[in-house]
C-alpha cells in the first residue's frame, strides 16, 4: 500500500552535485517521516538525513553543509540535493518512509547508485 520510488543516482565527480528523489505511490496512508540512508561496501546503513511531514530536519554529521533534504507534501516526494560529493559519499541510496497502519511502519525504495569520483 506504500511503494517508493527512488531517482536521480548516478556517476560524478569529486566536488559535483546530484539530487536523488523518492516518491511515494499507490498510497492510501499519510506518510510521517522521509529519510534517505545510504550503505556503502563493507559498512553499515546509516541515516544520511530525514525530514518529518511538519518538516523537522535531521542530518548525519558527514553531511552537514553539503546535503539539503526536503519534501513536497502534496506529493509525498523527497529530495535530497547533495553538493560537494566527496569519494566516500559513494554508496547506494534508500529511501525510507514511515506510515500509519494502525501503527507507524517502514517503507523502503530498492536503492539508487551514487559514486563519485575522484
Known amino acids: 500500500q506504500v511503494q517508493l520510488v527512488e531517482s536521480g543516482g548516478g556517476l560524478v565527480q569529486a566536488g559535483g552535485s546530484l539530487r536523488l528523489s523518492c516518491a511515494a505511490s499507490?498510497?492510501?496512508?499519510?506518510?510521517?517521516?522521509m529519510g534517505w540512508y545510504r550503505q556503502a561496501p563493507g559498512k553499515q546503513r546509516e541515516l544520511v538525513a530525514d525530514?518529518?511531514?511538519?518538516?523537522?530536519?535531521n542530518y548525519a554529521d558527514s553531511v552537514k553543509g553539503r546535503f539539503t533534504i526536503s519534501r513536497d507534501n502534496a506529493k509525498n516526494t523527497v529530495y535530497l540535493q547533495m553538493n560537494s560529493l566527496k569519494p566516500e559519499d559513494t554508496a547506494d541510496y534508500y529511501c525510507?518512509?514511515?506510515?500509519?497502519?494502525?501503527?507507524?511502519?517502514?517503507?523502503w525504495g530498492q536503492g539508487t547508485q551514487v559514486t563519485v569520483s575522484s
Open positions: 525510507k518512509a514511515t506510515y500509519h497502519n494502525y501503527y507507524p511502519r517502514d517503507a
Open positions: 499507490r498510497t492510501t496512508f499519510s506518510i510521517n517521516t
Open positions: 525530514i518529518t511531514s511538519g518538516g523537522s530536519t
